[in-house]
């Protein structure tokens, strides 16, 4: 199945690298793409389980779905994610 899940704070490609390199290894779930231009996060998933793991890691990394409360140290959180992704690009 896939998914398709609007997200908060995603500021730049050190971002999407961030997402897409953490949600790959997650297991079961696969093709993890980044829409910088709508905020949107894609990937392909095979059960409940999976796509809720993969709902808690993007809120992990201070990328809560649109909806869900976008705290302080989310969007902190957010920030050293991006950095990572920078760094690792």
């Known amino acids: 199945m896939k998914a398709t899940i609007q997200i ?6 050190g971002c999407a690298n961030t997402i897409v390199t953490q ?5 079961g779930i696969t093709t993890v793409t980044v829409n ?7 990937f392909n998933y095979n059960t409940e389980t999976e796509l809720e ?8 990394l201070g ?6 409360n976008n705290s302080l140290p989310k969007k902190a959180k957010s920030f050293v994610s991006c950095a990572v992704g920078r760094m690792t690009k």
């Not at 910088?36 to 894609?42: A, H």
């Not at 793991?53 to 809120?59: D, F, G, P, W």
């Not at 990328?63 to 869900?68: A, F, H, N, R, S």
């Open 36 to 42: 910088n231009n709508t905020d949107e996060v894609s």
């Open 8 to 13: 908060q704070n995603l500021k730049c490609g």
């Open 63 to 68: 990328y809560p779905m649109v909806g869900e």
């Open 23 to 27: 949600l790959s290894k997650l297991d």
């Open 53 to 60: 793991a993969a709902q808690t890691k993007l809120s992990d």
